[in-house]
């Protein structure tokens, strides 16, 4: 779990500074368990995917707030 952690935490990392974000080590920990649990990869990507989405929503509405 260690691993495929860090290696989730790798490429989200903000590369002017080099440190690992808390929520990006969370969610490597997440899709770990949904991997575990379905054996499938595309449901790691469907929710990779969804979480994008609505961070993607999330930022566009809050410049119209």
Do not use: E
Request: hydrophobic letters at 50%; a positive charge; aromatic letters at 20%.
């Amino acid at each position: 779990m260690c691993l495929t952690t860090l290696l989730f935490a790798i490429p989200h990392t903000d590369t002017t500074i080099w440190y690992f974000r808390f929520d990006t080590i969370i969610f490597g920990i997440v899709l770990y368990h949904v991997f575990v649990k379905y054996r499938d990869v595309r449901y790691c990507i469907f929710v990779h995917f969804v979480l994008n989405l609505t961070s993607a929503i999330v930022r566009i509405v809050s410049q119209y707030i």
